[in-house]
């Protein structure tokens, strides 16, 4: 009886099409996620049968919380940090089932179609900081 080996190999093209131009792309900064604070098929989708690992998609937008130091998604009307805008996720985040912690990577800088960004996101709702995020919304 011989062993035969057999070799997968998976490939994925990234789909950014909220990301408008790719200046700021080589200045991303590494964040950890709260995945509990993050809603299923809106901003993340969970691996399946072909898939084992669930991930976080790209262009999801993103906010500190105060008391923990992670991140969950901004929302204007939170009151626990995540009410100031920080950034979009920047390449989808993959994690593996069960987990609670996901690094990611923050896009702070750059051009961004908000008609495109995955969940939403009113442009309007974010209060301009000179030390903040410096995003241009399309």
Partial sequence: ??????????????????LA???????????????????KDV???EGGFDQPHGRV???VPV??????????????????GRQHFAGLVYADAYFAPGSAKVPAALLWHGVVKAAKVPGGLDPSTIAPSATGPQIRFL
């Fill in 63 to 80: 906010a500190r919380v105060d008391a923990s130091g992670l991140y969950g998604p901004y929302d204007p009307a939170a009151t626990d």
């Fill in 1 to 18: 009886m011989t062993v035969q080996p057999i070799t997968t190999t998976v490939e994925y093209t990234a789909n950014r099409p909220w």
């Fill in 57 to 59: 998609l790209s262009g």
């Fill in 21 to 39: 131009a790719l200046h700021g792309t080589d200045s991303t900064e590494s964040i950890t996620l709260d995945l509990p604070r993050f809603t």
């Fill in 43 to 45: 901003h993340y989708v």
